[in-house]
């Protein structure tokens, strides 16, 4: 299969590098920005919730962004990589991305914050606090979003979000209405959580409406392969009060693109390894489901894992956030949408899931 016909690929063929390890030059730039300057790139936005903040469909997941603890930042992939890839979505208009001030202890914010700085176009910034035991008072949240402020060169964030349902010494109301009063300064422009249980969500939805303030999105794991947000009651919740579902890790760390299979196996490293479906056996037990995703994706000439983003998009009010090293993963994330699988292809999948 050939290179996809984005405009970079197109260029490529009109200006061809006589390196072809170098990826532009003077004439080809030109051109692309020329070009650029008179294509306005039209993405469908959804809106977070019942917030103002309306992003892409789809999003950025940024944990591996300068982290070398799991995911090998600065040996298996390069900060020139990633900034391919911050460029690359932003081109196609897939310009939502999520972070964390845990992520690379900060490195994934400071490299948001500088490639933001090379581009022009919107770009819409997630961010999370992390609620840690030794946070004593409101004022720590308060100096935590100033710091992911400063890494970001930004003067307020679109989403920021509770990383986890903690709240020790502060206690939930009082780290909620400190989130609250941080929108009312205009720092924050959606509130939202991540990994809180349907009663946390609504306790947390609670809090902020007394405040006249929506609770946006909920981050959770949600893909094919983790649905347990479907029986839990988190899903229902969150339909019911329009709180907007971020599914994180919704291509199961790799497991549903179909480049990990019984027959090519080896040995996970990393944070893959702590999996146990990446285990031979585990493979072998997800053959069916990677089959359907094939079969039902050479229908729309789409691939596995376009396919998964897309039944995750066909719930209703989800967003995927898979995550992407290079512009190539960008790319093909990008695929997703545009289309829309039938009703009958998604409860084929959800059964081959089951």
């Known amino acids: 299969m050939g290179k996809p016909l984005t405009l970079t690929n197109l260029l ?7 390196d072809s390890s170098r990826t532009s ?3 080809f730039d030109t051109l692309k920005g020329l070009i650029l300057s008179f294509v306005k790139v039209s993405v469908e936005t959804v809106t977070l919730g019942s917030s103002s903040v309306a992003v892409a469909p789809l999003g950025i997941g940024t944990w591996a962004w300068g982290d070398n603890l799991f995911w090998g930042y600065g040996k298996d992939y390069s900060q020139a990589e990633l900034r391919a890839a911050f460029h690359a979505a932003v081109e196609l208009g897939v310009n939502f991305f999520d972070t964390a001030e845990i992520y690379g202890f900060g ?3 400071r490299l948001l914050g500088q490639f933001m700085t090379e581009t022009d176009r919107p770009v819409q910034i997630a961010s999370k606090f992390m609620p840690l035991p030794w946070r004593f008072s409101t004022q720590s949240v308060t100096d935590a979003l ?3 402020l400063h890494r970001l060169q930004k003067p307020s964030i679109a989403l920021y979000q509770v990383h986890q349902p903690f709240d020790f010494f502060v206690g939930q109301k009082n780290l909620i209405n400190t989130l609250a009063d941080e929108v009312e300064q205009g720092r924050i422009q959606a509130v939202g959580v ?5 009663e946390q969500m609504r306790q947390a939805h609670q809090y902020l409406a007394d ?4 609770l946006a999105v909920n981050q959770m794991q949600y893909s094919l392969l983790a649905r347990q947000i479907e029986t839990n009651g988190v899903l229902s919740t969150a339909r019911e009060l329009n709180i907007t579902i971020l599914a994180y890790s919704p291509l199961a760390q790799g497991l549903l693109t179909g480049k990990y299979t019984a027959e090519n196996y080896t040995a996970p490293i990393g944070a893959r390894s702590l999996n146990p479906r990446f285990s031979r056996s585990g493979l072998e037990k997800l053959a069916p489901l990677l089959q359907q995703l094939k079969e039902i994706g050479e229908q729309y000439g789409k691939t596995p894992a376009q396919v998964a983003l897309n039944w ?3 719930q209703g009010n989800v967003i995927p956030i898979p995550g992407a090293k290079n512009a190539e993963q960008v790319r093909q994330n990008a695929g997703a949408l545009g289309w829309s699988l039938s009703p009958e292809e998604v409860s084929k999948l959800r059964a081959a899931a089951e």
């Open 194 to 198: 991540s990994n809180y249980s349907a």
């Open 25 to 27: 030059s003077p004439k």
């Open 312 to 314: 995750l998009m066909a």
């Open 211 to 214: 405040r006249g303030i929506p």
């Open 146 to 148: 100033s710091a992911s």
């Open 12 to 18: 490529h063929r009109k200006y061809p590098e006589k």
């Open 107 to 109: 490195e994934s914010e």
